[in-house]
């Protein structure tokens, strides 16, 4: 198939020719029985399937496990679910304040704008809202959410995910900026979004004009693995840190996609090049059907040693697990402190070697009247 450029480079036209069934995809690529049955099930009743044409192209057709093929088209061990995985891992319903709204933490809130995305992750967290075919629906309701939010004062912070918000129009992404930016304790506005991966072309002029008039505003990207990171999401990167946004990513740690330390080096390189910082890494979500995606921590943990000192240090993202049941995100880190001595302190660098941070007694000393004092004790001379 010949598309002209006009219509490739279109974000309308990818949107209108993503593939969405088995024939469809089956047309293009010789599935293996697993991906049949995930077409033809966990696609119908889990999470639906679709695929922007601009993506498609950037899968192995004859590698089933092409780490980008992996995120994207079902497989039958979406069917299968453990005992301890969850329809809603991260505990959000029981932390939604108005429709689509998590208030989890003390000053920000995490607001869903849409429950649709360009294509679908397979290991989504959000997958019983998202795509429409989960087991709920995302209710949206501007009026209760905007009415909580200049109620409470504390809010200074709103991310604003979904599904994808780029997916929304110019016109109502404005509609939704504007109104948040009229709320005078609302400080800062993020946006979560896949779309510089799955669908660069929705980062136009006009977006970007609309973006600009909001600040300050940042972006948080989702790309786990380096073949993402293609010279048309560069571009599109490049767009928005033109526009003065700050971009950030995060990744999710997936089994025989990324969980390498060799390509998530690659990976976090090939971010700072584009201008991203790696954000945040995640211990994959308790969401029923991911079992084949999991990375136990021990190996994450592994992979966080050999970036830490091996990559320029804001390349390192935070690892963190979303505490499952609605504990909020907790960091993982390897430790670098071998033991607390009398005088010292006994510390490994990012080789393996050993050294050692002296204490004598007067710096104890103060030290404990720091405490002291910190702890509402006073001192006492
Ligand atoms: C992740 C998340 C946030 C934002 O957390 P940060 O650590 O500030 O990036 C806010 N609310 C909810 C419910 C979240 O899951």
């Known amino acids: 198939m010949s598309v002209p450029d ?28 697993d991906e049949r049955r995930g077409l033809m099930f966990a696609a119908k009743e889990k999470l639906a399937f679709s695929l922007t044409p601009y ?35 991260c505990g959000e319903d029981k932390d939604m304040v108005a429709p689509g709204l998590v208030h989890r933490y003390p000053d920000r809130v995490l607001f869903l704008v849409t429950d649709r995305c360009a294509t679908y992750c397979r290991y989504c967290t959000r997958s019983r809202i998202v795509s429409g075919v989960g087991s709920q629906k995302l209710e ?63 980062i136009t002029e006009s ?24 010279l048309e999401a560069k571009t599109a990167l490049e767009k928005l840190a033109d526009t003065g946004i700050p971009l950030g990513n995060q990744s999710v740690l997936l089994k025989g996609i990324n969980d390498d330390p060799q390509t998530m080096l690659e990976l976090v390189n090939k971010l700072v090049r584009c201008r991203v910082r790696p954000y945040y890494l995640y211990q994959c979500d308790l969401i029923q059907g991911t079992h084949h995606f999991r990375v136990p921590i ?27 049941g609605g504990g909020g995100k907790i960091p993982l880190n390897p430790d670098y402190v071998m033991g607390y001595y009398e005088d010292k302190v006994l510390l490994r660098n990012y080789e393996g070697k050993i050294y050692s941070y002296p204490m004598d007694q007067q710096a104890k000393g103060e030290e404990n009247e720091d405490r002291q004092s910190e702890a509402g004790m006073g001192k006492y001379k």
């Open 207 to 230: 977006l970007c004009k609309v973006l600009k008039a909001y600040h300050p505003l940042w972006i948080n990207i989702h790309s786990n693995h380096p073949k993402e990171l293609t």
């Open 55 to 89: 993506f498609f192209n950037l899968i192995d057709p004859f590698n089933p496990d092409c780490p980008l093929r992996r995120q994207v088209i079902p497989r039958a061990e979406e069917l299968v679910s453990m005992p301890y995985e969850m329809m809603d891992p």
């Open 298 to 324: 021990r190996r994450g943990l592994e992979i966080m040693q050999k970036l830490r000192g091996f990559t320029t240090g804001f390349a390192v993202p935070q690892y963190v697990v979303d505490g499952p």
């Open 6 to 33: 006009k219509d490739w480079n279109d974000w309308h036209w990818q949107l209108k020719n993503r593939l969405i069934s088995l024939e469809q995809i089956e047309q293009r690529l010789f599935l293996i029985p």
């Open 140 to 202: 949206i309701d501007d009026k209760l959410t905007f009415d909580y939010l200049k109620k409470h004062t504390e809010i200074r912070d709103v991310l604003i995910s979904g599904g994808d918000p780029l997916l929304l129009s110019d016109g109502r992404l404005e509609k939704i900026l504007r109104q948040l930016r009229e709320i005078d304790h609302i400080e800062i506005i993020r946006i979560g979004t896949r779309v510089p991966i799955f669908l660069p072309q929705r």
